[in-house]
């Protein structure tokens, strides 16, 4: 179960295969503790990451991949999902990216689909932002058999911009989301640290700590939201204001206070490291620049 995977939550009896029905013993598990609801899988695609759907055909679905925290490998892969539009469920899936690294962010745009890879290596077109052209079309001809998966060097994948923050060594993987005007890719940058208040966007080339607003016809990186430690995702609402999780330090670092240090320890040894998860948002004047930041929950 831990190899990775793409769900859906059904309520009822509802489901396409009760075969693919995920056991959860605990009624903690369970939204509200109603056992009604139930966790079906629909694809095993290895170390599953982020989602984004074509807005010109809605029955592809792309699906990012990240290898670090997962037993298995997707070796620098995004697949393409196909649903069937009568019943829901997945008729094919395959690769259609292959060898990027870690190509965590994406996103489709324009018939492109956008991807942000990993800060730690400038190997295999990582530290960038790449649009793949024409990612439908080639995604059916993969699922059909009629075309290979694409690797970095294919002509359809461009470059919007490399090498636009320093090579990091944590919190590497990105974040991406266009913003609703589909002009900027939204990136986010981690601390290159577990916590420190001198980690971050401070020396030149350097945007540690920021989601990063990215120009995609001129690769221009400026900071849009600072003193974000490691946000795993993010969305524009309906009134295209920007919501994003940050998860916090590590083992509680930075924190201080002896009780909140024990409640830390209590967790983490039995649970394995759980740092703190804030939702927040931030209130957009438009497209490109936010007026205020709010915090929705802490968890």
Wanted: glycine share 12%.
């Amino acid at each position: 179960e831990r190899g990775g995977g793409l769900y859906r939550i059904v309520y009822g009896a509802s489901l396409l295969n009760a075969s693919n029905v995920v056991p959860m013993p605990n009624s903690g598990d369970l939204i509200g503790g109603d056992s009604a609801f139930q966790l079906e899988r629909l694809a095993l695609i290895p170390c599953a990451r982020q989602l984004t759907h074509s807005r010109t055909n809605p029955h592809l679905v792309f699906v990012s991949t990240m290898d670090m925290f997962c037993p298995t490998t997707a070796d620098g892969s995004v697949y393409v999902v196909q649903f069937d539009p009568q019943t829901g469920g997945v008729l094919q899936f395959a690769p259609v990216l292959h060898g990027f690294h870690v190509p965590q962010g994406i996103d489709w745009g324009n018939g492109s689909l956008f991807v942000s890879t990993g800060g730690d290596s400038q190997e295999a077109s990582g530290n960038c932002v790449l649009r793949i052209i024409d990612i439908d079309e080639h995604a059916l001809k993969v699922l059909s058999g009629d075309a290979t998966p694409l690797v970095p060097k294919s002509g359809r994948v461009e470059p919007v911009t490399c090498e636009f923050t320093q090579v990091q060594s944590q919190h590497s993987w990105r974040s991406l989301r266009l913003t609703p005007d589909g002009t900027h890719a939204v990136v986010s940058i981690g601390a290159d640290c577990n916590w420190s208040p001198t980690c971050t966007n401070t020396a030149p080339n350097d945007l540690d700590t920021t989601l990063a607003l990215v120009n995609l016809n001129s690769g221009r990186a400026l900071p849009y939201a600072q003193g974000v430690r490691n946000s795993l995702g993010y969305f524009f609402d309906r009134n295209g204001n920007l919501i994003f999780n940050e998860m916090g330090s590590d083992l509680a670092a930075g924190t201080g206070g002896s009780l909140l240090m024990s409640i830390y320890r209590m967790i983490t040894s039995s649970f394995g490291n759980v740092p703190d998860c804030e939702l927040n948002v931030m209130y957009m004047q438009n497209s490109t620049q936010g007026v205020g930041r709010g915090n929705l929950s802490n968890s």
